[in-house]
């Protein structure tokens, strides 16, 4: 075995037309060793792991592997060296299928249904369940993140990246993954792990390096530190916490009425007969295991696939099943995707044009012309409200980090000051300090009236700013239980489809 570092990185830089990603980075990476990179929104974090799996070239400084200068700019190279990554921003093919997708990343000649079988080993081995005849397209962001964990795991890689990997993974996935992750570092592989969940770093990470503003502010342990210290590390100021409101909740504003709704796809879960009450200034959570009908959930709320019998959704005292999702935009029901690019903004476009698309109606448009000026205006304002770190409302969408894409897509529909708010995800892969930003203005909206209604598998986030919360597995709906009169262990239960039927009148 070669003796030092297995992966080292000395002064590297990276600047983009709008921004300085990079300046006179370092790291060094051990055999065997579960790193962290620690950072806010726009650190540099993922252009870090770009530059290290070859698919981002730095403008200076140098890579070593091994104590060997390493390639860079050239994936397929860095793969050669055992090199594999776990994008956040996931790097599939959407027209073909998942064992499709992985046989490109692999090696080598092995048949589909042999490569399947294997997949099909590796995800229940690991607790990932994949179909692989399944299209990506149909995939929800979570089963879509299940594969990009699983085709890593079958590349036996010397280093593996993982950028926010439990983003949205259940809390028995993710305890089943650090297994994984533990297992592979005690063999011998190098883990890079980035994430903004600071209790997993400081359970699963033996090192951690901080970066703040693309510069590395510290080198810590992460087991030694609290979260708040690691919080105010990549801060570099006090940490952020949210505060709850009393309130009253009001009339009911959104009703499903046993709604039932087919199967997005052949793979798709069909909802069953789903009932529920939204009322305003409530925030409700909907938790579960993505591929449990939370696809066809958020599409008969948005419109995109509207209901077979109008009377099973309401919007106040108005039936809106078969409106699709600009009619009821104009009535009132803002939505936030969970697919940030190509579904919550458009790669290629500005923030201002992104604006325009949801928020038209907000004097953006005036006899029938587009107002630039205004769209701009809008998406400033988003843009400082939110803490929004881009070049301005003539950035494209696709030049912000993940994070602050998340930032400005919730609060663009946050800005069109709806009645009805429907978030899914809305803090997947957002750092601590946004995390409680974006929370916190859910719960300043709901305070304001608004009705809130938010799809999330993380269980932290539905117990800490939600009212009340019910669980979807296999297309039900579960009793809706006060936060106060549930925990973390019931509702871990209920995803799995173990709860009793819901009473027949609604709550």
């Known amino acids: 075995m070669v003796a030092g570092p297995l992966l080292e990185l000395r002064g590297v830089r990276k600047r983009y037309p709008a921004v300085l990603a990079l300046e006179h980075a370092s790291l060094e990476v051990q055999r065997g060793e579960i790193h962290a990179v620690l950072g806010e929104n726009g650190a540099g974090k993922s252009t870090l792991m770009k530059i290290i799996c070859g698919a981002v070239r730095p403008d200076a400084g140098e890579v070593l592997w091994e104590g060997r200068p390493a390639p860079v700019g050239d994936p397929a190279l860095s793969r050669a060296l055992g090199i594999a990554m776990v994008f956040q921003h996931f790097a599939l093919f959407e027209t073909v299928s ?34 692989p005849w399944r299209p990506v397209y149909e995939l929800s962001v979570g089963e879509r993140q299940r ?18 990997p439990t983003s949205v993974l259940p809390p028995q996935a993710v305890g089943q993954l650090f297994g994984t992750l533990r297992g592979l570092a005690a ?9 903004h969940k600071l209790d997993e770093i400081r359970s699963l990470c033996d090192r951690a ?16 530190e609290s979260e708040q210290g690691l919080a105010e590390l990549m801060l570099g100021r006090e940490f952020p916490r949210t505060q709850r409101r009393e309130h009253v909740p009001g009339e009911p504003v959104l009703e499903l009425m046993g709604l039932s709704m087919p199967a997005e796809g052949p793979f798709g879960i069909p909802l069953r007969s789903v009932s529920l009450k939204l009322r305003a200034g409530e925030i409700l959570g909907i938790a579960g295991i993505s591929g449990n009908g939370q696809a066809e959930f958020l599409a008969a ?9 109008a009377q099973t959704v309401w919007l106040g005292k108005e039936t809106i099943g078969k409106l699709g999702p600009a009619q009821r935009r104009r009535l009132g029901l803002a939505y936030v995707p969970e697919e940030r690019l190509g579904r919550g903004a458009v790669p290629e476009m500005s923030l201002a044009q992104n604006a325009l698309l949801t928020g038209y109606q907000r004097g953006m448009v005036r006899r029938g012309l587009i107002e630039p000026g205004a769209a701009r205006r809008f998406a400033q304002d988003v843009i400082v409200q939110l803490d929004v770190r881009c070049g301005g409302p003539r950035a494209a969408a696709n030049s912000l980090s993940g994070g602050n894409l998340q930032k400005f897509i919730v609060g663009r529909e946050m800005a069109l000051q709806p009645r009805i708010l429907v978030l899914a995800q809305p803090t997947w892969g957002v750092d601590v300090a946004a995390t409680a930003l ?23 986030e539905i117990l800490e700013v939600c009212d009340r919360v019910a669980v979807l597995a296999s297309g039900r709906l579960s009793p809706l239980r006060a936060v106060s009169d549930t925990g973390a262990e019931e509702i871990g239960r209920w995803m799995s489809g173990a709860f009793p039927d819901a009473p027949a009148t609604l709550q």
């Open 98 to 131: 998942v064992v499709e997708n992985i046989a490109l990343a692999l090696p080598g000649r092995l048949g589909l249904r042999a490569l399947a079988k294997r997949i099909e080993e590796v995800a229940q081995r690991y607790g990932l369940p994949v179909n």
């Open 147 to 164: 594969v990009e964990i699983v085709r890593c795991l079958l590349q036996s890689p010397r280093l593996l990246i993982m950028d926010e």
């Open 187 to 195: 063999e011998g592989t190098a883990i890079l792990y980035v994430s």
């Open 209 to 224: 390096t901080v970066l703040r503003g693309g510069r590395v502010v510290a080198r810590v342990v992460p087991r030694e």
């Open 301 to 309: 709320l948005s419109g995109e696939l509207p209901a077979e019998d």
């Open 438 to 460: 974006i929370r916190q203005r859910i719960i300043d909206l709901a305070g304001a009236g608004v009705a809130v209604l938010i799809v999330s598998e993380d269980l932290g």
